[in-house]
Every structure is written in C-alpha cells, then in structure tokens.
C-alpha cells in the first residue's frame, strides 16, 4: 500500500518560514517525479513545486519562485518543501503528490498518489 504521509504545517505569521517534509512508503521511490500542491479555501488544487526522480531538474509555479525550494533525499525517500517570506495567501492546505511516470508535473491529472495534507496558515 502506497503512503505519502506530509509533515511540518502549521500557523506562522507573515514573512516566517515553514519546512514541509513528506515520506513515501510502499513504492519505488526513485521511479517517481515529486510534486507539491497546494489548495485553498474555495478553490482548486494549484501547482506549488516539483522535482525530478533523480532530483537535478525542479520546477516552481511563478508565485512561489524564490520563496520556496523542494528538495527529495532518494535514500529516505522523503521530498521536502522549504517555504520562506510566507504570505497570507500561502495559506491552503499543503499535499505531497507522486507523479505517474511519463506525465507533466504541474497537472493534477498527471498525480499517480496524493499525500492526506498538512495545513499551513500565515497570518497578516
């Protein structure tokens, strides 16, 4: 059975930072592009980060270019999130996501397993 289970959320005011960690279990974790997604109160699941399988390539939505930075250790297979100068539009809930091989990061429709989530929230 396939695990992604996400850690580290929680209430942080503006301009703090947030580490998110996520461990997979029950897959070949180096076969796996990682994403991270994130979704809002009364909209939909967006693109944050992504990461290669071998971990040299990664991707950001616009928004979150140079505040965020995902990294993965193959070894523990875990991806983790770095979230600096957070905002209080950050606030969603936060899901870890192992992308089907072959298919595009930022699509929600290309994710193999989602993470439960964690919650962030960043007050003003």
């Known amino acids: 059975q396939v695990q992604l289970v996400e850690s580290g959320g929680g209430l942080v005011q503006a301009g703090d930072s947030l580490r998110l960690s996520c461990v997979a279990s029950g897959l070949t974790f180096n076969n796996y592009a990682m994403d991270w997604f994130r979704q809002a109160p009364g909209k939909g699941r967006e693109f944050v980060a992504g990461?290669?399988?071998?971990?040299?390539?990664?991707s950001y939505a616009d928004s979150m270019k140079g505040r965020f930075t995902i990294s993965r250790d193959n070894a523990k297979s875990t991806v983790t999130l770095q979230m600096n100068s957070l905002k209080p539009e950050d606030t969603a809930v936060y899901y870890c996501a192992a992308v089907r091989p072959g298919r595009r990061w930022y699509d929600v429709d290309s994710i193999q397993y989602w993470g439960q989530g964690t919650q962030v929230t960043v007050s003003s």
């Open positions: 990461i290669s399988f071998s971990g040299v390539t990664t």
